[in-house]
């Protein structure tokens, strides 16, 4: 029976940083259960919290604290970008909606959802077998008719980084709003909002080390709220907020926002832990290594094994000890191979074989030594 666990699924979800479970913690110990829209004394003390963690992730951003507003998660975030943005501005008649074709179902399921229920005009744009968006058919969609564009910072399975900056021209040249999920990214390719451009950025909690069920959307342009009934975050996301979770998410990002003052680069490591990994696998005959070498997440690497399914293959690596993905967690339970793959063009059976691998802080050369001796092993019986 094995008794090792080594996880490879850190692209799925990330283990809650210790400073941030102990944060967590301590804020239950000493605050009642107020409600930040009152003005009693309990009521004021969880406003101060939900303030200080509105401020840390717009400390990570390096963005204005009144840009910044919580959600339930990347699905809502994106979800608010995708038709609070047609909701602002179909009626000057911006109806139309562009994303990849490889976009995280958060987006697509969004934007197929304004077509249907609100008549929006959805384009998809072509990618390359990297995932990557194709500029020109980009640019030939995008025109005055356009609400926003909506393209990922780096792909969620492939981990093939956009080029976003020229994303957000084109977008803007025809003024488009942009939005840019990076909810991949905060960790594994540390940005600014300036090096996207976007107007409409997405994060992540569980992310970036801190608890699940919360998220943030940087917006510096006026949508239209999606859930209605209260005045919360500004009167764009009514509802009770998450304190609890908005403790520790404000305290994952002031975690990362101090490595990268510090130049404490802690995924340095595991990157070059990954890069080993990559140069034993790519060796073998029925191995195909997906993930870009160049401009794409570091501490992840898509693969497919030839004459293998990602089912079989997920099932054998669990009975050996180790947690991976056939490609993006939402989709985990699927068969099928995803819409991702499919998109990009590959052939049946590299779309079958294909497997993720995502790894992070807590990641050691003897996790990676074991992925590749087991990986190896399962590719090599074919």
Avoid at 38 to 48: F, M, T
Avoid at 130 to 141: F, G, M, T, V
Avoid at 283 to 308: K, Q
Wanted: proline letters at 3%.
């Amino acid at each position: 029976m094995v008794t090792r666990r080594i996880y490879c699924d850190y692209a799925a979800s990330t283990p809650i940083a210790s400073q941030v479970a102990l944060a967590m913690s301590e804020f239950q110990a000493t605050h009642g259960p107020g409600n930040a829209s009152s003005l009693h004394q309990d009521g004021r003390a969880i406003r101060e919290a939900l303030d200080i963690a509105h401020d840390q992730v717009a400390g990570l951003l390096s963005c204005d604290f009144k840009d910044v507003l919580f959600t339930s998660g990347g699905t809502e975030s994106d979800n608010l970008a995708v038709i609070g943005s047609l909701l602002s501005r179909r009626e000057s008649g911006r109806n139309r909606i562009v994303i990849g074709a490889s976009e995280h179902h958060a987006v697509i399921d969004a934007a197929m959802f304004a077509q249907r229920f609100l008549g929006a005009d959805v384009q998809l744009v072509r990618v390359d077998e990297c995932a990557r968006i194709d500029l020109s058919h980009l640019a030939s969609l995008v025109d005055d008719r356009t609400a926003v564009v909506s393209v990922q910072h780096a792909n969620n399975e492939i981990g093939s980084v956009q080029p976003v900056r020229d994303v957000a021209s084109i977008a803007h040249a025809s003024g488009a709003w942009f939005h840019c999920d990076a909810v991949q990214t905060p960790i594994t390719v540390p940005f600014t909002l300036a090096d996207l451009g976007a107007d409409l950025v997405t994060l992540s909690s569980h992310k970036i080390y801190g608890p699940g069920g919360i998220g943030a959307l940087y917006s510096c342009v006026p949508i239209q709220p999606v859930h209605v009934g209260g005045a919360q975050e500004r009167g764009l996301r009514a509802g009770s907020e998450n304190v609890l979770g908005s403790v520790g998410f404000g305290v994952a990002a002031a975690l990362q926002t101090m490595r990268l003052q510090s130049g404490c680069d802690a995924i340095q490591t595991v990157a070059a832990l990954v890069a080993k990994l990559r140069t034993q696998l790519e060796t073998h005959p029925n191995i195909t290594i997906n993930t870009p070498r160049e401009d794409a997440i570091s501490t992840m690497l898509h693969l497919s094994i030839n004459g293998s399914s990602t089912e079989d293959t997920l099932m054998l690596l669990d009975r050996k000890g180790m947690s991976a993905s056939g490609g993006a967690a939402c989709a985990s339970g699927a068969v099928e191979p995803s819409h991702v793959v499919k998109a990009c063009g590959w052939s049946a059976e590299r779309q079958a074989g294909a497997l993720r691998l995502s790894f992070g802080i807590g990641t050691t050369a003897d996790h990676i030594a074991y992925v590749a001796d087991t990986v190896g092993a399962i590719a090599a019986k074919g």
